[in-house]
């Protein structure tokens, strides 16, 4: 528990300094930046290469760009499992 206290408050300072004395917008392109980071980091192991593409990318995306890439991904894996039963007896 402690440590994860300890980790806590490391994460903590880490933000106050990222958003340090900054415009609104910067701000929020930066908290837009820091959510992706979290989300690439939770992602499950069927979307690694997902976040692969997305981490070598040349462009840092969007939070719009990433749902919406995700949505897709999740979307095309239904509508193939879907496909593939509709082959079964």
Do not use: W
Not at 52 to 81: A, D, P, S, W, Y
């Amino acid at each position: 528990m402690m440590s994860f206290i300890v980790e806590t408050q490391f994460a903590t300072k880490e933000l106050k300094i990222f958003l340090e004395i900054d415009s609104l917008d910067n701000i929020k392109e930066k908290l837009d930046k820091f959510y992706i980071i979290m989300i690439l980091n939770a992602l499950k192991p069927d979307f690694d290469h997902v976040r692969h593409q997305i981490l070598i990318g040349l462009k840092v995306l969007f939070m719009e760009n990433l749902t919406t890439r995700l949505l897709r991904v999740q979307f095309l894996r239904v509508e193939i499992f879907r496909k593939l039963l509709s082959l079964l007896p």
